[in-house]
């Protein structure tokens, strides 16, 4: 059977043939030849040449080995790490604890009490 393959959408595209120039760049300041770097990865030219264009097909572990094999894997450490949008939707959907002031929980298993009413006194 086939492998049928999803378009990624426009931005990830975008962002993968960023990635791809990085890698590339990061690749020529090392003076890594392609042939070189293809068999540190254990890619053929062909995969390498499509990874450094962004090919959204290639598997992200290809990608992890370019950067492993740059010295920039502790870059991923930082990927999706501050996770603020999640947290904040968990928090949403924290249950609601209303706190009571010290105290009241005595007041309310006794008895309700009548207010006093306050009269003027007759005294002189």
């Known amino acids: 059977m086939p492998r049928t393959f999803q378009h990624p959408f426009p931005a990830v595209e975008k962002q993968l043939r960023a990635l791809a120039e990085r890698l590339k760049l990061a690749r020529l300041r090392r003076g890594i030849s392609t042939s070189l770097f293809a068999e540190r990865l254990g890619v053929s030219r062909d995969t390498l040449n499509r990874l450094e264009k962004g090919d959204g097909n290639i598997a992200i572990s290809t990608y992890m080995r370019a950067l492993r094999v ?3 894997d502790a870059d991923m450490d930082a990927v999706a790490r501050d996770d603020e949008l999640g947290r904040k939707l968990q928090d949403l959907n ?4 209303i706190s009571r002031p010290k105290g009241t929980r005595a007041k309310e298993s006794a008895a309700p009490k009548k207010a006093a009413s306050k009269t ?3 005294e002189p």
């Open 70 to 72: 740059l010295g920039l």
């Open 120 to 122: 003027p006194s007759a």
């Open 94 to 97: 924290l249950p609601v604890r």
